[in-house]
């Protein structure tokens, strides 16, 4: 398939690929919160470039889709994704396994479109030095590696386990872990991850990049009582602790009133949509909206614990959740800078 940007839009007829990834970028970018000028900023594109490829009107080439899938945190693949067919039975060729890059890395879903994502499978394919990165991975349910070619180095908390052809490793994930390709060949390994929440997608959280660490100049809000201490219930603290972090360091502090639980006790209490969890419907999406346009200016919001709904809204807010168990702001923002903050989704409810 040929990603050559058409230089005449108007001749240019419409294709099932270009209505494809047209159609995943407008719905991501939606979910995300976006609008066109925001992604545009965002990805260091044209408003028009976008809005043509959107509609259809003009393939991307292949810069642009990395530059959009690094704005919006995806693997380039999905942008070419199907509409989703739930299946009870996933059959999957040797030779069509759905393939995801992240850099020289490559994953291979076994599992694409299965019922539930109960069981998250996938053949890992990773060329020498490269890894899930320096900050530790934790999620729900277990996890399962077995070795199929090369070799593995696995860290989970402060063991090392060298995995080489026909070893394998199964654990708690809640347990901070990282692997690495130590070796000097091409490793691939069978992930299997089996989390115990079905919401959760904790394959990406092995691959993505972390690119907030390496921005120069940033911005981080922690949610808290008194601006000491990390706020263990995002809906009902009072303040953001909202801090400016250049090359590194803190540059500044500033306290900002955030609206909680109480300033929506007059309205009517919401009614949970069938087959949706509790603060996931669309009422409460809009109050994690209210809640969060305060720090509309930050990268992260560091808390204590808070509910699937409200991580995932933030999420879409492009501000990137971190749940802690640190309790002290100054101690969790110095891990956070060293990219050593542990992001605890076990403490989510």
């Not at 398939?1 to 270009?18: I, Y």
């Amino acid at each position: 398939m040929n990603f050559v940007l058409d230089g005449d839009e108007d001749a240019a007829e419409q294709t099932p690929a270009e209505m494809l990834v047209g159609r995943n970028l407008r719905e991501l970018r939606t979910k995300r919160g976006f609008s066109l000028r925001a992604l545009a900023e965002l990805s260091g594109l044209n408003v028009n470039t976008l809005s043509l490829v959107e509609n259809g009107k003009s393939s991307p080439s292949v810069g642009t889709l990395q530059q959009l899938a690094q704005a919006m945190d995806v693997p380039i693949a999905t942008f070419f994704e199907t509409e989703q067919i739930e299946k009870r039975v996933v059959f999957t060729p040797a030779d069509q396994r759905p393939l995801a890059a992240f850099g020289s890395t490559q994953m291979q879903n076994l599992g694409k479109d299965l019922t539930g994502k109960v069981v998250q499978p996938f053949v890992v394919t990773l060329q020498p030095g490269m890894g899930s990165g320096d900050r530790m991975i934790v999620h729900t349910g277990h996890e399962f590696i077995f070795c199929l070619e090369g070799s593995l180095q696995y860290r989970i908390n402060q063991e090392e386990f060298n995995l080489k052809k026909g070893d394998s490793i199964l654990f708690q994930a809640h347990i901070p872990h990282c692997w690495e390709n130590k070796g000097d060949q091409v490793a691939q390994v069978l992930l299997i991850l089996y989390p115990t929440d079905e919401r959760e997608e904790p394959g990406g959280r092995h691959f993505s990049l972390d690119y907030l660490q390496k921005e120069l100049s940033m911005k981080i809000a922690v949610i808290t009582n008194d601006g000491k201490t990390i706020s263990q219930h995002f809906g009902r603290a009072p303040y953001y602790l909202v801090l400016t972090i250049e090359e590194g360091e803190v540059t500044q502090r500033e306290m900002r009133d955030k609206m909680g639980h109480n300033h929506f006790v007059a309205q009517h209490e919401e009614h949970d949509q069938a087959g949706v969890g509790h603060g996931m419907g669309e009422e409460s999406h809009k109050k994690h909206a209210n809640m969060a346009e305060s720090i509309s200016d930050c990268k992260a919001i560091i808390c204590g614990g808070m509910g699937m709904g409200a991580y995932q809204s933030m999420q879409q807010f492009n501000i990137k959740p971190v749940v802690t168990d640190i309790r002290d702001i100054e101690e969790a923002v110095k891990a956070f800078i060293d990219g050593k903050l542990i992001d605890h989704t076990e403490l989510l409810h």
